[in-house]
T-cell receptor, first 117, second 112 residues
Framework: GAVVSQHPSRVICKSGTSVKIECRSLDFQATTMFWYRQFPKQSLMLMATSNEGSKATYEQGVEKDKFLINHASLTLSTLTVTSAHPEDSSFYIC?????????????FGPGTRLTVT | GQQLNQSPQSMFIQEGEDVSMNCTSSSIFNTWLWYKQDPGEGPVLLIA?????ELTSNGRLTAQFGITRKDSFLNISASIPSDVGIYFC????????????FGTGTSLTVIP
């Protein structure tokens, strides 16, 4: 149980276009989902906290207009990278927190590799 | 975001050896987690700690929540080749939401 999927697993897009990444909790409900960004050989940096039915909370330094987050249901959160640039190329990972569970019970997706050319 | 420092940054050990790594912060944390990440994949939870002084084991892995709440360590006994990967600590701050902040990571290489 507690499987989180991400789609797509890899995406290559041209500079200036927008890309949407989906994060789904497959067998549980997740009131809260988190989006992280990871550069090669570096740690996971929390970008934003996504709560179902409300606006996402962004970490300091993360542009909310550039990284649009929508958490429309208890099993789906989306991250849209708008007007992507090469510096947005990164590994994006989501995690989903089990609703009603302990706060540490968050499960990670397999990640999405974004390459902007 | 919060800064969690892990050490060592990388380790190269012989199969069968024990491993020890730690994570420190200037902030007080409510919960500590340890994750393992394989290349190109998301982190997988190894151990969760939510009480100061707590010592928890998961097979060959043992982790402790520091008394000061500002640190944690992870030990791996009798390492095997599949232990290879990057190990991250993550902490949840007191009096904040559900966010976890990740450490800088320890890269482990096990030489057969």
């Amino acid at each position: 149980g507690a499987v989180v999927s991400q789609h797509p697993s890899r995406v290559i897009c041209k500079s200036g276009t927008s890309v949407k990444i989906e994060c789904r909790s497959l067998d549980f409900q997740a009131t809260t989902m988190f989006w992280y960004r990871q550069f090669p050989k570096q740690s996971l940096m929390l970008m934003a906290t996504s709560n179902e039915g409300s606006k996402a909370t962004y970490e300091q330094g993360v542009e909310k207009d550039k990284f649009l987050i929508n958490h429309a249901s208890l099993t789906l959160s989306t991250l849209t990278v708008t007007s992507a640039h090469p510096e947005d190329s990164s590994f994006y990972i989501c995690s989903a927190r089990l609703s009603g569970g302990y706060s540490y019970e968050q499960y990670f997706g397999p990640g999405t590799r974004l390459t902007v050319t | 975001g919060q800064q969690l420092n892990q050490s060592p940054q990388s380790m190269f050990i012989q199969e069968g050896e024990d491993v020890s790594m730690n994570c420190t912060s200037s902030s007080i944390f409510n919960t500590w987690l340890w994750y393992k990440q394989d290349p190109g994949e998301g982190p997988v939870l190894l151990i969760a700690l939510y009480k100061a002084g707590e010592l928890t084991s998961n097979g060959r892995l043992t982790a402790q929540f520091g008394i000061t709440r500002k640190d944690s360590f992870l030990n791996i006994s009798a390492s095997i080749p599949s232990d290879v990967g990057i190990y991250f600590c993550a902490g949840q701050l007191r009096n904040t939401g559900n966010q976890f902040y990740f450490g800088t990571g320890t890269s482990l290489t096990v030489i057969p």
